[in-house]
Structures are given as C-alpha cells and as structure tokens.
C-alpha cells in the first residue's frame, strides 16, 4: 500500500521538476536570443509598429484586390512605398544640402577674409541694439575676430565629426535594410504572426493578456494618427506661413517642423529659428507673423486635435499620454513615441482591471 501512494507523489515530484527544467530552458534560450540580436531589436520593432500602424490600410487593400496564392505582391508594394515615403524626401533633403554647401563655402571664406558685417536685423531689435551693435563689430565685424571664432569653432566641433557620421549613416542603412526585409515578412505572414501573438497572451496571461496586446495595438494606431499625421499637418501649414512670409527655405523648414511637431515642445525650436531667418532678412514683421503662427498652430494640434486622436484610441487621459511620449523619447529615442504610449496605455488597463469592483468591467 505505501508503495503504492507513493507513486503519484512521485510523479508529481518528477512533474514539477520536468516544469522547472522547461522554464529554465526557456528562460535562457530567450536571454541568448536576445543578447544575439540586441543589435537588430531596434529594426525589428520599428517594424512591428509600422505593421501595426499600416494594416488597417493593408488589410482593406488586399481584401478587395487579392494578391493571389503566394501572396507576394501587397507585401512588397506596401514595403517598396514605405521605402519611397522614407527616401524620397532624405533624396531631396540631400540634393538641397549639396546646392547649399556652395554657397556655405563662400559665405565662411567671405567672413574669414573680410569679417561678418552686423546684420541689418540688430538695428531693429526693441532694446539693446546700440550694445549688440558694438559687441558685434568689435568682436566679429573684422577678419582676425571672424578667423578667430572659426577656428574655434572648427577645434571643439569638427574634428572628428566626419568619421563618426559616416559610421552612423552606415549603421543606420543596416538597420533601414532589416527593417524593410522585416516588413515584408511580417506583411506577407500578418494574420498568422497576429493569431500566434494573441494565443501566446492567452497561454501566458489568460483573457487579460490578450485584451492588454489589444490595447497596446490600438495605442500604436492613436500614437500614429495623433504624432505623425497632426505633425505632417503642422509642418504643411507652417510651411506655407514660411513661404508667404518670404523665410529662406521654406520647403525644407516645413519638413523640420514635420518632423519636430511629432515631439512635444520640440517644434518651438524649429519655428523660432525660422522667424530668426526671416528677422536676418530685414523682415521683423515676418518674423512676428512666423512665430504667432507657430504658436496658433501648435496649441490647436497639441490641446485640441491631438488629445482626441491619442486619447480616444487608448483611452488614456492625455496628461498620460504625454508623460509616455516624454518618457519613451528620454529612453528609447524616437522608438520611444510610440513605446511609451503603448506601455501607458497597457499599466492603466491594467489598473482599472486591478480596481474594479466584484462583477464589474474595468473601462
């Protein structure tokens, strides 16, 4: 008889440590994943998260147009579009820099020969003019004070600078090709990849798993909606403020603004420097209509239009939704502005789970 009872004891006893042996295994087999593609984490969830952001579009696409049995055709449209949105615009930034090195060239050879006369924008200013005036002709208005500065300035910033940006560029590239390569895949395998995600969720966390993914997912679509197309509305309309009020390149400093708009507070600094542009041209008035615009825009976008886009897809207040977004860039870089969000938005799910009351539904 003991022997007999002991052997379901043992079984158990072998059962749990068999559970304890496969967690271990999992465990460090995803430590050794990890640590083997640390380098490539960063293209593999852009990817993800422009999956997300673009399948609503996909899915519509390929439900009226059927790519065939393969299923090769939208996955490498959607991934050479993405490629083209990303390029085109670098393509022409890149032309724009190299018409402009030109003329950069000779204006510091100008400079450094004959001095950097006072701009006429110092005589307008509303105080200190008399004091900016004479600081700048003493210091800057004669070559050997211009030669002096660019000198400086060539020792602290220059050296060096040309090697670490080619490293950079090259890194970037890298990740840019696995980003796309990933993208295709995961555009080709999307339902799968999805049904496979959600059934680990439910393994791993039961129906609350699932339902945080969900949310995490649809965090990714507001963030997307609310950062990048409210971005690309003010940088458009900012742009064509920049083009009337007659700033330097305009087309490129709308794309600036694009660009900072979908990072809090960022944009401040890319419409100020513009209205300084349009003040160094002899136009304060412009500068003025440059930067009075840039604050209508901005608040519009970032108290109004923004919070209902973010807010009412992850349900979060948008003083969360900020923290995450200022958060996830600190940590993460530009990763960050769609992490953080996402990351806010599944703690709070979480929380009103965790603090609903007996029979009630957490909202």
């Known amino acids: 008889m003991e022997h007999v009872t002991s052997l379901p004891s043992a079984r158990r006893e072998t059962e749990r440590s068999h559970a304890v042996a496969r967690a271990a295994m999992v465990l460090g087999l995803a430590s050794i994943g990890l640590w083997t593609l640390h380098g490539f984490l960063p293209a593999l969830v852009w990817a993800v998260i422009l999956t997300i952001a673009?399948?609503?579009?996909?899915?519509?696409?390929?439900r009226r147009f059927p790519g065939g049995r393969h299923n090769l055709l939208w996955p490498s449209l959607f991934t050479l579009a993405l490629a083209l949105v990303i390029l085109v615009p670098l393509a022409f930034v890149a032309v724009q820099a190299a018409r402009e090195a030109h003329d950069v060239l000779q204006f510091w050879r100008q400079i450094e020969e004959q001095g950097w006369p006072v701009p006429e924008a110092v005589a307008h200013l509303p105080f200190g003019a008399a004091q900016v005036s004479a600081w700048w002709q003493e210091n800057l208005g004669h070559p050997a004070g211009t030669s002096d500065l660019l000198h400086r300035i060539e020792r602290s910033s220059l050296i060096g600078l040309g090697g670490s940006f080619g490293k950079?560029?090259?890194?970037r590239v890298v990740l840019f090709g696995f980003t796309l390569l990933t993208l295709f895949f995961l555009f080709r395998d999307g339902p799968a990849v999805a049904e496979q995600g959600l059934v680990a969720c439910r393994r791993l966390?039961?129906?609350?798993?699932?339902?945080?993914?969900?949310q995490m997912a649809a965090?990714?679509?507001?963030?997307?909606?609310?950062?990048?197309?409210?971005?690309?509305?003010?940088?458009f309309l900012l742009g064509l403020v920049y083009h009337f009020a007659g700033v330097p390149h305009p087309v490129l400093?709308?794309?600036?603004?694009?660009?900072?708009?979908m990072i809090p507070f960022a944009v401040v600094v890319v419409f100020g420097l513009a209205a300084v542009l349009a003040a160094v041209n002899g136009s304060v008035a412009a500068a003025a209509v440059v930067v009075i615009a840039g604050m209508v825009v901005t608040f519009v976008a970032?108290?109004?239009?923004r919070p209902a886009l973010i807010g009412g897809a992850t349900r979060l207040p948008f003083l969360w939704v900020l923290l995450g977004i200022l958060g996830g860039v600190e940590n993460f870089g530009l990763l960050g502005l769609f992490l953080g969000p996402?990351?806010?938005?599944?703690l709070v799910l979480l929380w009103r789970d965790f603090t609903a009351g007996e029979g009630e539904t957490a909202v």
């Open 168 to 171: 950079q560029i090259a890194h």
């Open 253 to 261: 400093l709308g794309a600036a603004t694009a660009l900072a708009a």
């Open 219 to 235: 965090s990714v679509h507001g963030t997307v909606d609310g950062l990048v197309l409210v971005g690309l509305g003010e940088g």
């Open 302 to 305: 970032d108290h109004f239009v």
């Open 205 to 214: 966390f039961g129906s609350r798993g699932e339902r945080v993914a969900r």
């Open 342 to 346: 996402a990351v806010m938005a599944a």
């Open 54 to 62: 673009l399948w609503p579009l996909y899915a519509r696409l390929t």
